[in-house]
């Protein structure tokens, strides 16, 4: 009826999932919808209708043992997490910025600490600190002084970033990779040559497990900082070990 009356836009609203399955049915097929993932999960539901859901539990399973979190995102959220991972027994392995910025840093020790902790059945966070405003600022300033602004200054960041995870996950004990901030995971993902994912389960809203299409058995989370509870690095680690994602 409003399309008939003219409208050129129609906004709705929901109170429940019912409420989005009369929307979406009555506009599936219109050449634009954009909403929340509740429209996304009423498309499946209605275009996927009697379709079991897929099962991951032999790749969980499969897995190897070690979760490791790298983690470039300055946001509170993030900060939370690795504070909750540390306090879980994750080994921790902080990025030391201005080294890195003025070309001392080790990324090799680095990393043979953290292969450390892995292959000896641990599970590790390598970290970029979140300190706020003030050590943001102080961090572009120093890329300044070396030449840089800011965006280059957090690309040489991310890939540093980039590279470690490279180092570990491609020695075969991490099964479990977590990455936050959305610059870091677009440069893990380009370091391990991920061209193609398998969307899992939702461990957050707006945070499934993936696999790799090319089938290398290694679980990936994606996430911009702000998302996940403060609890997921944790809950990342007990996927495959009897635990199901929420």
């Not at 399309?3 to 906004?11: C, D, K």
């Not at 019912?18 to 634009?32: C, I, K, M, Y």
């Not at 929340?36 to 969980?60: E, K």
């Not at 957090?154 to 491609?170: C, K, P």
Request: one cysteine or more; proline letters at 5%.
């Amino acid at each position: 009826a409003l399309i008939s009356a003219g409208a050129a836009y129609i906004v709705t609203d929901a109170i429940d999932d019912a409420d989005l399955l009369t929307v979406v049915e009555a506009a599936q097929d219109w050449p634009l919808l954009s909403g929340g993932s509740g429209v996304t999960a009423a498309l499946a539901a209605i275009h996927y209708a009697g379709r079991s859901a897929l099962n991951f539990d032999d790749r969980l399973r499969a897995l190897p043992p070690a979760t490791l979190v790298v983690s470039g995102s300055q946001s509170p959220m993030t900060r939370r997490q690795c504070e909750a991972a540390l306090r879980e027994g994750f080994a921790g392995f902080r990025l030391d910025v201005p080294a890195l910025l003025r070309g001392s840093f080790d990324g090799a020790r680095l990393a043979a600490q953290a292969r450390d902790v892995l292959s000896g059945g641990g599970h590790a966070i390598v970290y970029a600190p979140a300190e706020g405003p003030d050590f943001i600022r102080q961090t572009q300033a120093l890329g300044a002084s070396l030449g840089w602004d800011a965006v280059q200054t957090g690309e040489r960041i991310a890939a540093a970033l980039a590279d470690l995870a490279r180092r570990l996950v491609n020695d075969g004990v991490v099964g479990r990779l977590v990455v936050s901030g959305g610059e870091t995971s677009g440069a893990v993902c380009r370091a391990l040559d991920v061209r193609a994912l398998q969307v899992g389960l939702p461990l957050a809203p707006g945070v499934p497990f993936c696999f790799p299409l090319d089938g290398r058995p290694l679980l990936l989370a994606l996430k911009s900082g702000n998302f996940g509870d403060e609890d997921l690095y944790a809950q990342v680690r007990s996927c495959g070990a009897g635990t199901r994602p929420r």
